[in-house]
């Protein structure tokens, strides 16, 4: 029988949502609108891939998702904090995020830049505390270097930086492919190499992960690319067509679309031969692979 995917994403959407309500401030607790404001962003329907990613990258090695439970949340709380401070005048300027308006449209630039900095030191806090459901709390350590690096100046910040200073400008393919790989693959990956670190997995099968990682990611922005040019607000819960507007080199931009397609269909392909070593337990890395690439939001 093949891989349900549905109902694995529908499992892990529950199990991650109950977690990120639970490690998340409350709302009756001083700082108010700071803390409704972390929780409006975070618990908005989003797909939940990246907490997924830390889950299916621990049972990729043997491990379990309750172990991993706390750095899903974390890698949730960083991507909602790129999206709040992504959203803000001074950068993108959007007014829909996941649906609903922008967390700066609701609570003010002031609470958005804050909410978004006490998302990110929440995050690392989570990541410390998994350190209570391990066998081993010394994986901790090489994962919260690998968050960081991922999340900082030689990843998603780093990529957001190049990204806005290539605006309106006519870049190549090296320049499109860094800030895709910083910007949006490095946090993708870091999600599967933690999930696998946690659980204990093996040099060499941390390392598959995180090639296969590399590959998904890059695929996945690729796919957000085309996604801007073919999707609706409907679909999408944001506003379709901001790279034009923004004047965003873009794969479609360089590459046209179906040559896009094409390249964003051999990543994932390649993404699947780099998980071949760890057989069977990466099934649900495989599957979410193929949702990548499929996905019309
Ligand atoms: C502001 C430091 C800083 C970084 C911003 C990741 C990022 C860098 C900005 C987010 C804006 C954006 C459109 C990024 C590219 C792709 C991306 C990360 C899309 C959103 O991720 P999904 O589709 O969203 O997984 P959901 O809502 O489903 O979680």
């Keep these: 029988m093949s891989f349900d995917l549905k109902a694995y994403l529908e499992a892990h959407r529950v199990i991650v ?18 803390h409704r404001a972390m ?26 998702a309750e172990a991993v439970l706390d750095t899903a949340c974390a890698l949730e709380l960083i991507h909602a904090y790129s999206l709040i401070h992504d959203d803000l005048p001074a950068m993108d300027d959007d007014d ?6 922008t967390n700066h449209k609701v609570f003010g630039e002031a609470m958005a830049i804050l909410a978004g900095d006490a998302l990110l030191t929440l995050a690392f806090r989570l ?20 968050v960081a690096d ?48 946690l659980a204990g997995g093996t040099p060499a099968q941390i390392d598959a992960v995180r090639r296969a990682g590399e590959s998904l990611g890059l695929a996945f922005q690729i796919v957000d690319d085309i996604l801007d040019v073919e999707g609706s607000l409907a679909e999408l819960g944001k506003t379709a067509g901001s ?3 923004k004047k965003k080199v873009t794969y479609p931009a360089l590459l046209g679309l179906d040559a896009s397609k094409r390249k964003a269909r051999g ?31």
């Design 243 to 245: 790279d034009v507007r």
């Design 17 to 34: 949502d109950a977690a990120l309500d639970r490690v998340l401030p409350s709302e009756e607790i001083v700082p108010v609108n700071l």
């Design 127 to 146: 990541v410390a505390d998994n350190a209570a459901r391990l066998a081993d709390p010394r994986a901790v350590a090489r994962v919260v270097a690998d």
């Design 150 to 197: 991922a999340a900082g100046t030689d990843g998603m910040v780093g990529g957001q930086v190049i990204d806005i200073e290539s605006e309106g400008k006519d870049v190549g393919a090296d320049t499109l492919e860094y800030i895709h790989r910083h910007k949006t693959a490095a946090l993708i990956r870091v999600s599967l190499t933690a999930g696998a670190t």
């Design 267 to 297: 990543l994932i392909d390649e993404t699947k031969r780099l998980l071949e070593p760890l057989g069977p337990p990466a099934e649900p890395i495989r599957a979410l692979a193929d949702f990548v690439f499929e996905r019309r939001s």
């Design 96 to 101: 829909y995020r996941r649906g609903r308006l």
């Design 39 to 64: 929780r409006y962003s975070v618990l908005a329907p989003g797909k939940r891939l990246r907490p997924t990613l830390v889950i299916a990258g621990a049972e990729a090695v043997g491990g379990a």
